[in-house]
């Protein structure tokens, strides 16, 4: 067997994981170490050095020089700034030295990376802090370092804190519950997430002709081809030669990195395909999908393709999205989100159940925000992702069973024999029959939740920051309930508090068409949110009662909070500003120049025409000049409004009204321009546009 075929051996190669640990480290630093990443105690600074002196062995076995402490700012990409291991010894000679300092703290300069003013009154110095609990690896020649970045004063300046941070108040209030109500034996609880990536992949010859690509991630520009997705012949569809070794090297190059790769197809939009991993702890799995995004614009680049993660690369076809795929697993093995065998099970479940409902209920409006952006802003709501509406999906069998609590009736169990369940108030109930519901943007699917509003492009941190904050939250509730409560009462009393819970919180449970009209009408009646676009939903970050939740839990500082407001705020504009400015280049140097090219011809040809008293086609070439000139003085005019809204947006102080300016008239702006130009984009003979067209871009792969 060659050893391409030897995935076993090639998975996990260039990965610091537990096996390389137990062969390269000392017994007693081996044990020291798992302690750490398991329990999440201190780790001693000897222990640190031992691991470092293993841990650059083995990377310069496996051909680095270099080592760098990779983290992720809130600029949603990966950042990294590499040192070699060589270190002089006189008489011009080196070894390859790495210590545990500087495997443990990092100090980047942080004035650079985008802090909302964090920093403004501190020092511009920036710690980075080693993640025992997510695997170093090796990338290109160097020895990459998960970490957490943070302030001189301790302030998390990125993604990764936070989500510790939330998943260390999950794990604390799940396993106090657990305790309680009778699991005696957990000691600790961690969220699990397997992120679900969609993507386009383009060609890159097409890609570099197309400016709007580059410096938005999106078409600004661009008529629809005569075919879209409307035959549904790409979902699923047979995968393309050129397509399928790109996804043969990506699939590897992601084994290597110990990212278990698992599932891959082609999605609905023509070029548009999905990946989706083996599910892990959230830190693990959100470091992997950063990882995997990075991986897959890499490999592309191999094929002369380019893999486009923007959310709507293409209007009129759908664009991509991240399903967050997440439940909560016990040290001792159990997955608190399956319904189990006996009612035993079934009361956990249960009180795991409403914690969630009543935390989305209570907590959407930051769960949208999460998923807020400007280039998901063209997804949420249209058809083909969930509405900006965040409800929950059940399925029929668990609905029954929510029904049967609320109402003190018997749930009798449609799927399997009838059950004596006579004597007890809670119902039993075996794993749902996972009925699908494609609309809905939080769905129960028979042993996890899919949260399904997430942009392809977000890094899945901040969804899982809110969703582990608000069910720890939650949780913590339902202890102050449940603690005084004896052994013997626990049953009645975790029946009348989930039935409490979720007779107060149901409201946010639908399993209808989330596409349609009447749900936005139904759901307003139901007083729940609906906060359709990023400036809508950022304000909810500031918003008291959030405020009061990420503090309480020590997930934020009210200052973490405002500065990270402020980010996404000013985020979201300058997203729109270059698009803004992108537009206007692109309408100014190559649309209208093409326009113009293509009516002098036609006003050449009808004047020579004219000249040799010829009058067939003149009456036809002057209806085109006609139209082409309406679109072309029209264009430019329409330009010169963007523009200048574009010069008053810019000079607008206040973040959130500059934020809703962007929203509500740059983007009209811009959408009146394309919808022009776009029309008469068919009577332009081909190749006379200096950019490829959706046709050329997306059927040619
Ligand atoms: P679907 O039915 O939505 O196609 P799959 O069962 O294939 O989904 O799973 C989709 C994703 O959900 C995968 O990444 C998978 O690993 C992940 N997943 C499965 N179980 C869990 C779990 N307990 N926690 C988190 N993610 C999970
Ligand atoms: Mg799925």
């Given at each position: 067997?060659?050893?391409?075929?030897?995935?076993?051996?090639?998975?996990?190669?260039?990965?610091?994981?537990?096996?390389?640990?137990?062969?390269?480290?000392?017994?007693?630093?081996?044990?020291?170490?798992?302690?750490?990443?398991?329990?999440?105690?201190?780790?001693?600074?000897?222990?640190?050095?031992?691991?470092?002196?293993?841990?650059?062995?083995?990377?310069?076995?496996?051909?680095?020089?270099?080592?760098?402490?990779?983290?992720?700012?809130?600029?949603?990409?990966?950042?990294?700034?590499?040192?070699?291991?060589?270190?002089?010894?006189?008489?011009?000679?080196?070894?390859?030295?790495?210590?545990?300092?500087?495997?443990?703290?990092?100090?980047?300069?942080?004035?650079?990376?985008?802090?909302?003013?964090?920093?403004?009154?501190?020092?511009?110095?920036?710690?980075?802090?080693?993640?025992?609990?997510?695997?170093?690896?090796?990338?290109?020649?160097?020895?990459?370092?998960?970490?957490?970045?943070?302030?001189?004063?301790?302030?998390?300046?990125?993604?990764?804190?936070?989500?510790?941070?939330?998943?260390?108040?999950?794990?604390?209030?799940?396993?106090?519950?657990?305790?309680?109500?009778?699991?005696?034996?957990?000691?600790?609880?961690?969220?699990?997430?397997?992120?679900?990536?969609?993507?386009?992949?383009?060609?890159?010859?097409?890609?570099?002709?197309?400016?709007?690509?580059?410096?938005?991630?999106?078409?600004?520009?661009?008529?629809?081809?005569?075919?879209?997705?409307?035959?549904?012949?790409?979902?699923?569809?047979?995968?393309?030669?050129?397509?399928?070794?790109?996804?043969?090297?990506?699939?590897?190059?992601?084994?290597?990195?110990?990212?278990?790769?698992?599932?891959?197809?082609?999605?609905?939009?023509?070029?548009?395909?999905?990946?989706?991993?083996?599910?892990?702890?959230?830190?693990?799995?959100?470091?992997?999908?950063?990882?995997?995004?990075?991986?897959?614009?890499?490999?592309?680049?191999?094929?002369?393709?380019?893999?486009?993660?923007?959310?709507?690369?293409?209007?009129?076809?759908?664009?991509?999205?991240?399903?967050?795929?997440?439940?909560?697993?016990?040290?001792?093995?159990?997955?608190?989100?399956?319904?189990?065998?006996?009612?035993?099970?079934?009361?956990?479940?249960?009180?795991?159940?409403?914690?969630?409902?009543?935390?989305?209920?209570?907590?959407?409006?930051?769960?949208?925000?999460?998923?807020?952006?400007?280039?998901?802003?063209?997804?949420?709501?249209?058809?083909?992702?969930?509405?900006?509406?965040?409800?929950?999906?059940?399925?029929?069998?668990?609905?029954?069973?929510?029904?049967?609590?609320?109402?003190?009736?018997?749930?009798?169990?449609?799927?399997?024999?009838?059950?004596?369940?006579?004597?007890?108030?809670?119902?039993?109930?075996?794993?749902?029959?996972?009925?699908?519901?494609?609309?809905?943007?939080?769905?129960?699917?028979?042993?996890?939740?899919?949260?399904?509003?997430?942009?392809?492009?977000?890094?899945?941190?901040?969804?899982?920051?809110?969703?582990?904050?608000?069910?720890?939250?939650?949780?913590?509730?339902?202890?102050?309930?449940?603690?005084?409560?004896?052994?013997?009462?626990?049953?009645?009393?975790?029946?009348?508090?989930?039935?409490?819970?979720?007779?107060?919180?149901?409201?946010?449970?639908?399993?209808?068409?989330?596409?349609?009209?009447?749900?936005?009408?139904?759901?307003?009646?139901?007083?729940?949110?609906?906060?359709?676009?990023?400036?809508?939903?950022?304000?909810?970050?500031?918003?008291?009662?959030?405020?009061?939740?990420?503090?309480?839990?020590?997930?934020?500082?009210?200052?973490?909070?405002?500065?990270?407001?402020?980010?996404?705020?000013?985020?979201?504009?300058?997203?729109?500003?270059?698009?803004?400015?992108?537009?206007?280049?692109?309408?100014?140097?190559?649309?209208?120049?093409?326009?113009?090219?293509?009516?002098?011809?036609?006003?050449?040809?009808?004047?020579?025409?004219s000249a040799l008293n010829i009058n067939f086609g003149n009456k036809t070439d002057l209806k085109l000049i006609r139209i082409l000139s309406d679109a072309y003085d029209k264009v430019f005019e329409?330009?010169?409004?963007?523009?200048?809204?574009?010069?008053?947006?810019?000079?607008?102080?206040?973040?959130?009204?500059?934020?809703?300016?962007?929203?509500?008239?740059?983007?009209?702006?811009?959408?009146?321009?394309?919808?022009?130009?776009?029309?008469?984009?068919?009577?332009?003979?081909?190749?006379?546009?200096?950019?490829?067209?959706?046709?050329?871009?997306?059927?040619?792969?």
């Amino acid at each position: 067997m060659d050893k391409e075929q030897r995935i076993p051996e090639l998975y996990g190669s260039l990965v610091f994981n537990d096996k390389v640990m137990r062969d390269k480290l000392p017994k007693d630093i081996y044990k020291a170490l798992r302690k750490t990443i398991e329990n999440n105690t201190h780790l001693e600074l000897d222990v640190a050095n031992s691991v470092a002196v293993a841990m650059k062995e083995w990377a310069v076995e496996n051909g680095a020089t270099h080592y760098t402490h990779w983290f992720q700012p809130m600029t949603g990409f990966t950042a990294e700034k590499h040192d070699s291991f060589i270190t002089p010894v006189g008489n011009g000679e080196i070894i390859m030295d790495f210590s545990g300092k500087e495997l443990v703290k990092g100090e980047p300069d942080a004035s650079s990376f985008p802090s909302g003013g964090l920093r403004a009154t501190f020092e511009a110095r920036g710690y980075t802090a080693w993640d025992p609990t997510s695997p170093a690896f090796i990338k290109d020649g160097t020895l990459y370092i998960p970490t957490a970045f943070c302030s001189y004063t301790g302030e998390a300046l990125d993604k990764k804190t936070p989500l510790l941070r939330s998943m260390e108040a999950l794990s604390k209030a799940a396993t106090r519950v657990l305790n309680k109500i009778g699991a005696k034996e957990v000691t600790g609880v961690s969220t699990t997430v397997g992120p679900e990536q969609e993507y386009f992949l383009i060609d890159k010859e097409d890609y570099k002709r197309r400016r709007d690509l580059i410096f938005t991630g999106r078409t600004l520009l661009g008529a629809m081809a005569p075919k879209g997705q409307e035959m549904e012949d790409h979902y699923f569809g047979a995968i393309k030669p050129r397509v399928a070794a790109y996804m043969h090297d990506l699939d590897k190059e992601l084994w290597k990195l110990g990212i278990p790769a698992k599932t891959k197809h082609n999605e609905v939009a023509p070029c548009q395909h999905e990946l989706a991993p083996v599910f892990d702890t959230t830190n693990v799995a959100v470091d992997h999908n950063q990882l995997t995004m990075e991986i897959m614009k890499k490999v592309a680049e191999k094929h002369d393709l380019v893999c486009l993660l923007h959310e709507k690369p293409f209007a009129g076809i759908n664009g991509s999205g991240k399903h967050n795929n997440w439940s909560m697993i016990t040290n001792t093995g159990v997955n608190l989100l399956d319904p189990g065998k006996t009612p035993a099970d079934n009361i956990q479940f249960l009180v795991f159940l409403a914690a969630i409902v009543e935390a989305v209920d209570e907590y959407a409006d930051l769960l949208r925000l999460s998923v807020a952006s400007a280039g998901n802003d063209h997804r949420l709501g249209a058809n083909e992702a969930p509405p900006a509406i965040i409800s929950i999906f059940l399925g029929s069998e668990l609905d029954a069973v929510v029904e049967s609590i609320e109402n003190d009736t018997f749930f009798e169990n449609i799927n399997t024999t009838k059950m004596n369940i006579g004597t007890t108030v809670i119902p039993h109930f075996t794993k749902d029959n996972t009925d699908r519901n494609r609309t809905s943007p939080f769905a129960f699917t028979g042993n996890k939740f899919e949260f399904r509003s997430l942009g392809s492009s977000i890094s899945v941190s901040g969804p899982n920051v809110v969703l582990n904050t608000a069910v720890a939250e939650v949780l913590d509730r339902f202890y102050e309930k449940l603690k005084d409560v004896s052994e013997d009462e626990m049953e009645p009393a975790v029946h009348s508090l989930v039935k409490e819970s979720l007779a107060a919180h149901d409201r946010v449970i639908f399993n209808g068409n989330g596409y349609t009209e009447e749900w936005v009408k139904e759901a307003e009646r139901r007083g729940l949110y609906n906060l359709r676009s990023t400036p809508d939903a950022l304000p909810a970050f500031i918003a008291d009662k959030n405020k009061e939740l990420f503090v309480k839990h020590k997930i934020f500082t009210e200052s973490e909070l405002e500065s990270r407001y402020e980010i996404l705020l000013e985020n979201y504009s300058k997203t729109l500003h270059i698009e803004s400015l992108t537009l206007k280049d692109m309408v100014l140097s190559q649309f209208m120049p093409a326009v113009r090219e293509y009516i002098d011809k036609l006003t050449a040809s009808v004047s020579a025409r004219s000249a040799l008293n010829i009058n067939f086609g003149n009456k036809t070439d002057l209806k085109l000049i006609r139209i082409l000139s309406d679109a072309y003085d029209k264009v430019f005019e329409l330009t010169g409004k963007l523009a200048e809204d574009t010069d008053k947006a810019e000079g607008m102080d206040d973040s959130l009204m500059q934020a809703k300016y962007y929203h509500d008239d740059i983007l009209e702006d811009m959408n009146s321009i394309r919808e022009v130009a776009d029309s008469v984009e068919g009577y332009l003979p081909d190749g006379i546009l200096p950019y490829p067209t959706y046709e050329e871009m997306l059927f040619y792969v």
